[in-house]
């Protein structure tokens, strides 16, 4: 029997777990745009909207919906130009497996890998770009008590998360959105 020749880890589905979070925009256009976080108050930490993703709930699905209930802000996902080593529907099957430029897409632009404390498994959390749903600024839902909400300039935003990885993940966010 052959041995693969790839560093591989695999996890059985009880070791892992799947969120999904999204970077949320009050704008698509760059130098209007603020960003949405999300303070936990018990810990007085700003960080990203996200969390586990639901039984049959795609991922996208579930970025929407945990955002809205983290802000209680609606949000739709963001067409954005990026690098991506996805495929798109049109490609032929045997398409060189590297990274091209695609326009107008709504796929992750990051996925962050943590392992959980206690060597209790791995989180593997997918990350897209989104934007307030038309009027929504002036239509917000509760959110989870647990969090205050509140809307930053894009820089500022980057200063008040409470960990490197998260604003490595606004940067990248920002650096998309702003390229598109």
């Not at 955002?67 to 690098?83: D, N």
């Amino acid at each position: 029997m052959a041995e693969s020749t790839f560093v591989t880890k695999q996890h059985a589905s009880e070791q892992f777990v799947e969120s999904c979070g999204a970077v949320l925009f009050t704008s698509s256009e760059p130098a209007d745009a603020k960003v949405c976080l999300v303070n936990l108050r018990s810990k007085d930490e700003w960080l990203l909207p996200k969390g586990r993703r639901n039984i049959d709930e795609s991922r996208k699905e579930a970025a929407l919906r945990e955002v809205a209930e983290e802000t209680g802000f609606q949000g739709r996902l963001l067409p954005v130009t990026m690098s991506t080593r996805a495929c798109a529907p049109d490609d032929h099957p045997d398409v060189p497996d590297k990274a091209r430029t695609q326009r107008n897409i709504t796929e992750p632009f990051m996925c962050t890998v943590r392992e959980l404390p206690g060597g209790n498994g791995t989180k593997f959390i997918w990350w897209y770009i989104a934007v307030l749903e038309d009027d929504a600024y002036n239509q917000r839902g509760a959110g989870e008590e647990q969090f205050n909400t509140e809307f930053f300039a894009m820089d500022e935003a980057v200063q008040k998360l409470q960990f490197e990885t998260d604003r490595e993940v606004l940067r990248r966010a920002i650096q998309v959105m702003t390229t598109t």
